[in-house]
């Protein structure tokens, strides 16, 4: 085994029979099975961005990881970011890897994860490392379970102007930033939608092996304004993973509306635009 593999466990800890996905109930099967999704963030969530510019609550993480793994079993976040998908693997007691080029993220995935719960049998960690780099990280045949949500190309890599906020409310801390990740080349974040497109192919073509036969991989994405124009990076997307030899299988909406507050008024009286902070896509992947 090459020197740079990381050692971590990926066998089932449940008693749940062998044919099925996960230890979900049927109930919560069925909720599932309704494609639009709500959550909200509780007080251990990030939502400071000056800490991360990005972030997903993890009662989204949890409800992915609780219908597609059991307990045990391997989940990874090739762009880890702030940490939350090994949080709520930590918390569902699965064994969770995450990747980041940024160092001062991992350090902070790694901080949000150092005090495991009493009775956790699994290991969770964050690696500073190129997510292309991830088939000579892992075991083949290991993972049963990708849910992240990458960069949303250089949707970010700009001054932000706070159009979707009303009146006095655009001044805040966050007008006229550049919010970006970082400017490495490497990043996604730095990279226009048809860049990004050719990366994220790139990254999960290298990262097949890594896959169990019936993996799920889950990508959490938006489309985006950019330039004046509509960039419909979730087509990017599943261009990208079934360019990569992945098979489209699902789409959920994850509906925002809850979390959405003090909508300003876009395009009004003459030129309709649908609020995309209101909703994102999480697409759902499986090898073919």
Not at 93 to 102: I, M, P, Q, S, T
Not at 114 to 124: A, G, I
């Amino acid at each position: 085994m090459p020197k740079d593999i990381i050692l971590i466990d990926n066998q089932r800890l449940c008693n749940c029979k062998q044919g099925y996905l996960s230890c979900i109930s049927a109930k919560e099967w069925m909720k599932n099975q309704i494609g639009v999704w709500q959550f909200t963030y509780e007080q251990r969530d990030i939502r400071n961005k000056n800490v991360h510019p990005a972030v997903f609550p993890i009662a989204m993480a949890k409800r992915v990881i609780e219908q597609f793994t059991h307990e045990g079993e391997l989940v990874i976040d090739p762009f880890v970011g702030s940490g939350t998908t090994l949080v709520a693997a930590q918390d569902l007691d699965r064994n969770a890897v995450g990747f980041d080029l940024k160092q001062e993220y991992v350090d902070l995935a790694n901080l949000r994860i150092s005090e495991p719960p009493l009775l956790c049998r699994t290991k969770q960690l964050a690696v500073c490392e190129d997510a292309r780099n991830i088939v000579n990280r892992l075991a083949e045949n290991s993972v049963k379970l990708a849910f992240t949500s990458p960069p949303y190309a250089n949707m970010l890599n700009r001054k932000r102007k706070n159009k979707s906020r009303r009146g006095d409310l655009r001044k805040n801390q966050q007008l006229d930033k550049i919010e970006q990740y970082s400017q490495d080349p490497r990043d996604l974040g730095t990279m226009p939608s048809d860049m990004f497109e050719t990366a994220l192919c790139e990254i999960f073509s290298q990262m097949k092996p890594v896959f169990q036969k019936k993996a799920h991989i889950l990508i959490n994405i938006t489309d985006a304004w950019i330039d004046s124009k509509r960039v419909p990076l979730h087509i990017n997307v599943i261009n990208a993973m079934q360019n990569a030899g992945y098979v489209f299988r699902n789409t959920i909406i994850w509906d925002r509306r809850n979390l959405v507050n003090q909508i300003g008024i876009f395009g009004w009286p003459s030129s309709y635009i649908t609020m995309g902070t209101t909703f994102e896509y999480i697409l759902d992947f499986t090898i073919a």
